[in-house]
């Protein structure tokens, strides 16, 4: 059985990890991203390259998984953000 | 000794929480924030605040401390997209 603890921390990992989507859609609708921060985004997306890296070598599969999911939406935004600099 | 995994998994944590900074520093100096989705500040503040609950109940110091300063900047960001709108 999952204690209330781990509960907690699965809500709060699927809040931080699914938070990107709003933004996601808003720039993918607008392609405005003159208010958001490259450099953000861009230590971010290393940030999170790098809790894949501890996931997999710690083997942790939850920890993979919301990474990979993670760096799909951040990796979304910084090339919008990237583009939009052109 | 903290081990090699410690160290990736801390330099992550620092990059993702650390992130936020100069998206603090964009919105204080250009008071512009159309570009951001207040959906995603807001899950990503509610995220920020079970982490810091779930770093309390199991009593890590790490996680706690993240998750303040975390929420601090991310707070910040949210009263200004909040402010934009009015």
Known sequence: ???QN???GLIAAVC???A???QVIKV????QTMDLS???YSIMFIGILLWLVYGIRIDS???ILANVVTAILVGTIL???IKGKQ
Chains 1, 2 share one sequence.
């Not at 993918?28 to 392609?31: A, H, R």
Request: no cysteine.
């Open 38 to 40: 490259l450099r953000m």
């Open 20 to 22: 990107f989507i709003p």
């Open 79 to 81: 090339v919008y953000i």
């Open 28 to 31: 993918w609708k607008t392609k």
């Open 6 to 8: 781990e509960i907690i």
């Open 1 to 3: 059985m999952i204690d």
């Open 16 to 18: 931080t990890t699914l």
């Open 61 to 63: 599969l939850s920890i």
